[in-house]
C-alpha cells in the first residue's frame, strides 16, 4: 500500500492564481481530511470528508473549496491564491470517525504565495 | 472545546538520556489523546493513543505516555534517546463534533534535537 499521496511536493503561485493540490489513498477509507501547519502552529481542519459526494468545512475554510467524486481521492482547489495561504499542506484519512480512530497522514505540500 | 497545550516549543537532549515531552488537556469529560511525531519534511506519524484501558500506554520506538487524570497531563517519555527521535511531536485530543463525527485539536508541537 502506497498509503495517503499528496502530489505537487512543492509549488510556488502568484498571488490571485489557482490551483488544485492532489490527495489520494489507497486504504479504502471513507474519512478524508485537509489541514495545514503553519510555522510553529499545530495542524489546523481546513475540510473534511466522510464519503464520496459528501464534504464539510471545518476550522479555516475560506479560500479553500474541496469535492469528493470517489472514495480514493480528496483535492483541495484554491482559487484566488492569497500570501495568507503559504502553508504546509497535510491530507490525511482514516476508516473511521470514532474518538480512538488513527489518522493516516500524506507528506504533505508546502505552498508559497508570492 | 477541549484543548492541549504543549509546555515546551523546544526541548534538547543528549543521545542515550531520557526524554520527556509535556502535554496538560482540558476537557470536560475522559478524553482520547495521542501523540503523533513528525520527521523533518515527512506526514504525521501516530506514536501511541490513550483509549481509557490503561493509563500507561506503550508506543512505537519505545515511547510511551502516561495519563493523569488528577494533573490533567499526557507526558510522553522514552528512557533513552536517539539521533532518530529527533522530530517535531504533536500531543492531540480527539473531540466529538457533532453525532458520531470526532475532529482531531493538534498543540503546537514540541521540537525534539537529540545531541552526539
Known amino acids: 500500500n502506497a498509503g495517503v499521496t499528496q502530489t505537487p511536493k512543492f509549488r510556488i503561485l502568484k498571488i490571485g492564481q489557482s490551483m488544485t493540490l492532489q490527495c489520494t489513498q489507497d486504504m479504502n477509507h471513507n474519512y478524508m481530511y485537509w489541514y495545514r501547519q503553519d510555522p510553529g502552529m499545530g495542524l489546523k481542519l481546513i475540510y473534511y470528508s466522510v464519503g464520496a459526494g459528501i464534504t464539510d468545512k471545518g476550522e479555516v475554510p475560506n479560500g479553500y473549496n474541496v469535492s469528493r467524486s470517489t472514495t480514493e481521492d480528496f483535492p483541495l482547489r484554491l482559487e484566488l491564491a492569497a500570501p495568507s495561504q503559504t502553508s504546509v499542506y497535510f491530507c490525511?484519512?482514516?476508516?473511521?470517525?470514532?474518538?480512538?480512530?488513527?489518522?493516516?497522514f500524506g507528506p504533505g505540500t508546502r505552498l508559497t504565495v508570492l | 472545546a477541549q484543548s492541549v497545550t504543549q509546555l515546551d516549543s523546544h526541548v534538547s537532549v543528549s543521545e542515550g538520556t531520557p526524554v520527556l515531552l509535556r502535554c496538560n488537556y482540558s476537557s470536560s469529560y475522559s478524553p482520547s489523546l495521542f501523540w503523533y511525531v513528525q520527521h523533518p519534511n515527512k506526514g504525521l506519524q501516530l506514536l501511541l493513543k490513550y483509549t481509557s484501558a490503561a493509563t500507561l500506554v506503550k508506543g512505537i520506538n519505545g515511547f510511551e505516555a502516561e495519563f493523569k487524570k488528577s494533573e490533567t497531563s499526557f507526558h510522553l517519555t522514552k528512557p533513552s534517546a536517539h539521533m532518530s527521535d529527533a522530530a517535531e511531536y504533536f500531543c492531540?485530543?480527539?473531540?466529538?463534533?457533532?453525532?458520531?463525527?470526532?475532529?482531531?485539536?493538534f498543540g503546537k508541537g514540541t521540537l525534539l534535537t537529540v545531541n552526539p
Open positions: 492531540v485530543v480527539s473531540e466529538n463534533s457533532g453525532g458520531s463525527n470526532y475532529k482531531l485539536t
Open positions: 490525511a484519512s482514516s476508516y473511521g470517525t470514532g474518538a480512538y480512530n488513527e489518522q493516516f
